[in-house]
């Protein structure tokens, strides 16, 4: 660069960039087949949710993320896709999808597809073909196919165990050589050593970037390299778990995604107990941000949320991606139940049902942890229902469950279905408008006693779940929060406040004792009513400080006289 260029460089006004929108967006996802069903068959599908778009332009959300609505068999309801490029009959068309995304963008919503590069299903024309090949063909190196161990091949070539219970291999039916499968044996794991697995997913990710999705969730996004000696685990590296060789296919999807006008997101979906590890994902040129599974699995408990908060600020902050922050998905119990138990951790392989819960006091509970989840620097995802404070549903008959964890696990996992049951529209039984009338039975039933929690019955009370989600919202859009930095300021150990810029203040009492809201601060919202200007347990405020210069004073510095 020449002197003279440099001057006019450096003359140049400073020039803001945009902020991008995925970094503090609000992601709504949507579990299509429990959404909204508009032609009767018991399954939600794209013309109900097309329907209702304006129920989640009201909810004010910048994004809607579906769980695959691709053509499947269904074996993991959608996770097993046997064609990417188009629709399931049972949710509609490519072209219903198309409109559903142009119709949402005009709505103000983008749009997040599910993208599975993991596996596909065992109906895919890639594993037909390679079951239909022999040994060592080409058609089957996209996969991994294996002899058995043993005199005749009859056990599995290792001691790999499926994320959904039992060995992750599968004998083909001619008792011939085993192939893997990290999930349920219809989910065949693709070989990322093959180079058309690489090209056949980039060219998935611009078929639908070409179609207005704004970006993809990636699924098991740090399961897709194998370690091909097959070795157990151990202490070195996982052989099939967060393995460097990712890193280089997540750089080649960010260049596709950032050869758009409009830039498209890549957001992961890692479950991994390192943070350290699930920010390098996040590097400038690899995703764009990552759900936090660490936050959402964290106990109902002020010192422990603090240090998950904290860990999670530390590790984003050198990477410069936004945190995300989760209560909940279609995987994972329902808060309202979880944080009712006595033990409010989660562990997606742990799950627990019928263990005592107290629904009002977990209820009471999620709205607290609802509001600190707006009020921290990031992105927010809100998994439908949760909105409405639906509990885990914990009583499916055994004939009724679908979930392949149940299944394969013996039935000592108790599935994914009880967070999965159709959203209740209106009405006093089931299926509670989310079927029209006369419909097929929904495909896994309502209990008899929603009638309250149904979106009619909550938007006229202003002390529903669906209002406090709302007003929690359109606040988060309205306050001026300054920067991604929060501070923590000195409270009782049962307590967690922190500020965000010098003004807003966002407190949380986890404990038996009320707290005072400190003098010179206004409430912007509650998750509960205050009594006498004091947060009862387990609530949330925010505060703004209407007073600068003052210093920040707990109801226990003041008890103390400080
Ligand atoms: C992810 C999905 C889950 C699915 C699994 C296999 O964890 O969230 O629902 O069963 O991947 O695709």
């Not at 508009?38 to 129920?55: F, I, K, S």
């Not at 280089?248 to 479950?271: F, K, M, S």
């Not at 003004?503 to 010179?520: K, Q, T």
Request: some cysteine; glycine content about 8%.
């Amino acid at each position: 660069m020449t002197q003279a260029e440099s001057t006019a460089t450096a003359a140049l006004p400073e020039l803001a960039a945009p902020r991008p929108w995925w970094r503090d967006a609000v992601v709504y996802q949507v579990y299509v087949r429990s959404f909204a069903d508009a032609n009767g068959d018991g399954v939600g599908d794209l013309a109900g949710v097309r329907a209702n778009l304006p129920y989640l332009a009201l909810l004010g959300i910048d994004a809607l993320w579906f769980n695959p609505w691709y053509p499947s068999p269904m074996a993991d309801t959608g996770y097993d896709i046997a064609d990417y490029r188009a629709i399931d009959p049972a949710f509609g068309t490519l072209e219903e999808a198309e409109q559903l995304i142009a119709e949402a963008r005009a709505l103000g919503m983008r749009t997040i597809v599910d993208i599975v590069p993991n596996h596909v299903s065992n109906e895919h024309p890639w594993f037909r073909d390679a079951l239909a090949s022999a040994p060592g063909s080409p058609e089957r190196a996209r996969f991994w196919f294996r002899e058995g161990r043993g005199e005749n091949g009859e056990l599995p070539p290792n001691d790999w165990q499926s994320i959904f219970g039992g060995s992750a291999w599968t004998r083909t039916e001619d008792g011939g050589e085993w192939y893997l499968h990290l999930f349920a044996p219809e989910q065949p794991d693709l070989n990322w050593e093959h180079e058309e697995v690489w090209t056949e997913h980039e060219d998935v990710l611009r078929f639908w970037f070409d179609r207005g999705a704004a970006g993809v969730r990636i699924d098991s996004a740090a399961l897709l390299v194998k370690d091909a000696s097959l070795a157990e685990p151990g202490d070195g590296d996982h052989p099939f778990e967060d393995r460097d060789e990712l890193h280089d296919i997540y750089r080649r999807w960010r260049a596709i995604a950032n050869g758009y006008t409009e830039p498209r997101v890549l957001v992961g979906e890692i479950w991994l107990p390192d943070p350290v590890r699930l920010a390098r994902y996040l590097r400038q040129d690899e995703l764009h941000t990552a759900f936090n599974f660490d936050f959402l699995a964290c106990p109902w408990d002020a010192q422990r949320m603090r240090t998950s908060i904290q860990s999670a600020l530390d590790v984003h902050e050198p990477v410069d991606a936004p945190s995300t922050w989760v209560l909940s998905n279609h995987d994972v119990t329902r808060p309202v139940t979880r944080y009712g138990r006595e033990d409010t951790s989660f562990a997606f392989k742990a799950k627990r049902e019928n263990t005592p819960t107290d629904l009002a006091r977990g209820r009471r509970r999620a709205r607290a942890a609802a509001l600190l989840a707006m009020a921290l620097p990031g992105s927010m995802y809100v998994y439908q229902g949760e909105e409405l404070g639906l509990p885990e549903v914990e009583d499916i008959p055994p004939d009724r469950k679908q979930d392949p964890m149940w299944r394969r696990s013996g039935g000592v996992d108790p599935g994914r279905d009880g967070c999965r049951t159709p959203m209740p529209w209106t009405g006093e039984q089931p299926p509670f408008g989310f079927s029209p009338d006369g419909a097929a039975r929904s495909w896994l039933d309502q209990p008899a006693d929603w009638a309250p929690l149904t979106v009619a019955a909550q938007q006229g009370d202003p002390g529903s779940m669906l209002s406090l989600y709302r007003e929690g919202l359109r606040l988060r859009r309205s306050v001026p929060w300054s920067g991604d930095a929060i501070t923590w300021l000195p409270t009782d150990d049962d307590v967690l406040a922190f500020a965000r810029g010098d003004r807003f203040v966002c407190l949380v009492n986890f404990g038996p004792e009320p707290v005072v809201v400190p003098d010179g601060a206004e409430v912007l919202i509650a998750s509960n009513d205050l009594e006498g200007g004091a947060l009862q347990q387990d609530t949330t405020v925010w505060l703004r400080l209407t007073d600068h210069d003052r210093n920040w004073a707990t109801d226990r510095s003041r008890k103390e006289g400080r």
